[in-house]
C-alpha cells in the first residue's frame, strides 16, 4: 500500500528554513516529535526551537509510496545531508556500526554507512515478520532461505 511519506523537520531560525531531521512515516508520525520531545539530539533542537519563540516547520517531501520507497528516498536524503555526528547537518540518531574498527586506508563513502543501517533495520522487520506469522518456529535456515 502506498500510505508512507517522508518529511523533513527544519529550523525557521535560518533563512531560508534548514533541514535538521529527516523521516518517514505515516499518519501524524511527523509532527508526533514536537509532542513528544526526548532527549535526543532532535528532541534538544526543537526544544531550543522553541524556547527561542520559534516553532519547527514540518515539511512533507514526497507521499502516497509504499514503504520500500519510503525508505530508499530518507537514506538518501540522510545520505545527502550527513548526520551530525560525521559532518553532517542533521539530528538523526544514525549511529555507524563497526566505524571504530575500519582500516584507516578504507574510503567510505558518505551515506554508505546510514543506508547499510537502514537496509540492516530492513532485514530485522523482516525476520521479525516471518517469525511471528510461523508460531510454530522457523530455523535459521528457513529465514536465509527466505
Known sequence: ?????????????????RPFYV???????????VLKMDETRKGRRIREIQETGHQVITTILVEGVNESDALKLEAEL???????GHGGILTNAV??????????????????????????RLLKTSVLELAQANPTGITNAEA???
Open 1 to 17: 500500500m502506498k500510505v508512507f511519506y517522508v518529511y523533513a523537520l527544519k529550523d525557521p531560525r535560518s533563512t531560508p528554513a
Open 23 to 33: 523521516g518517514k512515516g505515516t499518519g501524524s508520525r511527523a509532527w508526533e516529535h
Open 78 to 84: 540522510i545520505s545527502a545531508f550527513g548526520t551530525e
Open 95 to 120: 549511529v555507524p556500526i563497526g566505524a571504530a574498527r575500519a582500516p584507516s586506508n578504507l574510503v567510505v563513502p558518505t551515506g554508505v554507512v546510514e543506508r547499510a543501517q537502514i537496509g540492516l
Open 144 to 146: 536465509a532461505k527466505t
